[in-house]
């Protein structure tokens, strides 16, 4: 089968094209693909699917086989891949996730994705802790306290104001992600706030480890620097990521990520 090897600022995936026929067992292919000494090497694997709801639809699944509902990074090569092979034309196009249809709007290199609505309410996050807003609270993880914000953009993120240089967040990260308050497990972002409006992040992705960047983690760390007071409502917020920039606003209604996505190269493999 032909693959396609696509990157997000370095959050990479194996691409597969299956508007015409289902991949059998994608979560073994998963594991055994992505792996990068014995396999093609990825995040993950990325499927391309029919849709009678959208455009497409976009399967995804981590480097340890486990279903994801949504991956900011991956939405966009997806739909670079749906217009770059003719399913779609023109400058938008819909796609079906499990976490609901988001829009995309190509801009030359770029693709902007209408994310949705930030979820906040503690419980649909989901985790153990209650409330509307769950701003600064303290958990305790590995015998220290942190405060954590905690935002769902269709998977859960569990955003750390602390500076992530440095950290051994290979630890920390599996620490957070197993945590007995996240029932589902939880993505975790470590974040310095450089200047106004302006981001750097380390992301700790369940089911990956770290990654090069996260697209729906770097909507959930702008959604929680709005809330605790770092940056503005309505306007870009930059944040930086190992892998590179992404552009995101946060609105009363909805959360937009713009960034690259790139075709590195396809290939063949018999699965």
């Known amino acids: 089968m ?16 299956c508007m015409n026929g289902e991949m059998k067992d994608p979560e073994k292919l998963a594991v055994r693909l992505s792996d990068r000494h ?6 993950g694997v990325i499927l391309l699917c029919k849709s009678d709801k959208a455009d497409f639809k976009m ?7 486990s279903e994801g ?7 966009r090569c997806v739909g670079k891949l749906a217009r770059d092979l003719g399913y ?9 996730t499990l976490s609901g249809i988001k829009k995309l709007k190509f801009n030359a290199d770029e693709v902007r994705v209408d994310m949705g609505a930030a979820i906040l309410n503690g419980k649909k996050i989901p985790s153990a802790i209650d409330g509307e807003r769950v701003v600064n609270f303290p958990l305790e993880v590995g015998g220290e306290t942190y405060g954590v914000t905690l935002v769902s953009m269709g998977n859960p993120h569990c955003v750390v104001f602390k500076d992530p240089d440095g950290l051994e967040i290979e630890n920390i990260g599996k620490q957070f992600e197993n945590h007995s308050v996240f029932p589902d497990r939880v993505n975790t972002e ?16 369940r089911g990956s480890g770290e990654t090069f960047a996260c697209g729906t983690g770097a909507c959930a760390v702008a959604v929680a620097a709005v809330l605790n007071g770092y940056c503005d409502k309505n306007a870009e917020i930059t944040v930086k990521l190992p892998g590179g920039d992404l552009k995101i606003v946060y609105t009363d209604e909805t959360v937009f990520m713009t960034g690259p996505a790139t075709l590195v190269f396809t290939g063949d493999v018999e699965i």
């Open 38 to 43: 014995f396999g093609i090497g990825g995040d």
């Open 2 to 17: 032909k693959f396609y090897k696509m990157h997000g600022i370095g959050n990479d995936y194996i691409y597969f094209d």
């Open 190 to 205: 470590f974040v310095k706030v450089l200047a106004r409006n302006k981001l750097k992040m380390r992301v700790w992705e």
């Open 59 to 65: 399967r995804m699944f981590n480097a340890d086989g």
């Open 88 to 96: 779609v034309t023109g400058e938008e196009c819909t796609a079906e």
């Open 69 to 75: 509902k949504m991956c900011g990074n991956g939405i």
